[in-house]
C-alpha cells in the first residue's frame, strides 16, 4: 500500500519481505502462499544480488538482470518455480514518490525463462496518488478495497442489455420495415449497443467514481495509519479464512516494513528479527 508518504508492506508469512537494507529503499515481495523451496530459491537469489555490483541506480533493473541471469545458470530449480507474481519496490535516485512494479515469471516446458512486467505497476505521482498491490489470496476481504464491483458489474451489464433490447424494439414498431436505411440504422445501433468495447469504458467509469473514495482515504492517510490498515486486512482475512477451515491454525501477520524517503527501509514487525 503506498501514497506520497511512503509505502507499507505487510505479510502474514515469515520469508515473504526481502530488503535490501536499511539504507537503500528497495526491496523484493513474493508470494506468501509458494512454498519453502521456493522461498529458499528467493532468499539465495536475493542474497546473490546483495552481494554482486550494481550498475547504475535502477536497482529494479539490474535485479531483473541478475534474476535472469541466475536462472539460466542455475541448473536446479525446484518443481514449484514454474509461474508466479512478484513485487519490487523502491524509490529511485532524485525521486521524491515511491513505486512499485509488479512482474510474471514463467518456465516454459522447455526450461527457458520468461520475466515481463504487468500492467498493474504504480509509480506514485500527485496525479496517481496511491497503489495497492496484493498478492496471495484475498477472497474474503477483496470487497473492503475494491467494493462489490464484481456483483454490481453484472448488475449494471443487464441494465445495459435491457435497454438496448428496449431501444431496439421501440425503433422497430417506429419505422417501416421495408426502409432499408432504416433498418439499417438499427442494425449498426444493435451493434453498437452490443459492444464489449463500450460496456468496458462504462464499468471503468464506474469503477472510478467508486474508487474515488478509497483513493481519497488512502492518499491522506499517515504511514503509521498504512501500517494499521495494511495488518487489519491481512489479520481479517486470515480470521475469514480460520472460520471456514477450524482445523488449520490462525495466522496473523507476521512481517510489516515501511520505505519513506526519511527513514529508508524499516522493520515494523519481524519474528526474526525482533522488530515490534
Same mark, same amino acid.
Given at each position: ?22 539504507? &537503500? ?12 523451496? $521456493?522461498?529458499?530459491? =528467493?532468499?539465495? @537469489? =536475493? ?19 541478475? *534474476? &535472469? ?12 518455480? @514454474? ?5 519490487? @519496490? ?66 449494471? =451489464? ?24 432504416? &433498418? ?15 460496456? %468496458? ?13 478509497? %483513493?481519497?482515504?488512502?492518499? $491522506? ?5 498504512? %501500517?494499521?490498515?495494511?495488518?487489519? *486486512? ?41 522488530? @515490534?
Amino acid at each position: 500500500m503506498m501514497n506520497m508518504q511512503g509505502a507499507v508492506m505487510a505479510a502474514d508469512k515469515d520469508q515473504t519481505i526481502f530488503r535490501y537494507s536499511d539504507k &537503500v529503499p528497495f526491496a523484493l515481495m513474493i508470494n506468501p502462499d509458494t512454498n519453502i523451496k $521456493c522461498k529458499q530459491f =528467493w532468499e539465495n @537469489v =536475493w542474497n546473490g544480488f546483495r552481494r554482486s555490483d550494481i550498475d547504475g541506480d535502477d536497482y529494479m533493473i539490474s535485479f531483473i538482470e541478475y *534474476l &535472469v541471469d541466475t536462472i539460466s545458470e542455475t541448473k536446479e530449480l525446484p518443481d514449484e518455480f @514454474v509461474d508466479e507474481i512478484f513485487i519490487l @519496490v523502491q524509490y529511485q535516485k532524485n525521486r521524491i514518490f515511491p513505486e512499485a512494479k509488479e512482474y510474471h515469471y514463467q518456465m516454459d516446458n522447455d526450461g527457458s525463462f520468461d520475466v515481463e512486467e504487468t500492467d498493474n505497476s504504480t509509480s506514485i505521482s500527485t496525479g496517481h496518488p496511491i497503489g495497492i498491490h496484493r498478492l496471495g489470496s484475498f477472497e474474503h476481504t477483496s470487497r473492503l478495497i475494491d467494493g462489490e464491483i464484481s456483483d454490481q458489474k453484472d448488475a449494471l =451489464w443487464r441494465k445495459f442489455q435491457d435497454m438496448r433490447e428496449d431501444l431496439i424494439d421501440t425503433l422497430k414498431q417506429a419505422v417501416n420495415n421495408e426502409d432499408k436505411r432504416r &433498418v439499417n440504422s438499427i442494425r449498426l445501433l444493435d451493434s453498437y449497443f452490443n459492444s464489449n468495447e463500450r460496456f %468496458v469504458k462504462l464499468i471503468h467509469s464506474f469503477i472510478a467514481k467508486q474508487e474515488n473514495g478509497i %483513493v481519497k482515504a488512502i492518499s $491522506c492517510s499517515h504511514i503509521e495509519d498504512m %501500517v494499521r490498515m495494511a495488518e487489519n *486486512l491481512i489479520n481479517a482475512e486470515a480470521q475469514q479464512y480460520h472460520l471456514q477451515h477450524p482445523e488449520e491454525p490462525l495466522e496473523s501477520t507476521r512481517e510489516i516494513a515501511t520505505m519513506t524517503l526519511a527513514e529508508s527501509f524499516r522493520w515494523i514487525k519481524h519474528s526474526l528479527y525482533g522488530a @515490534v
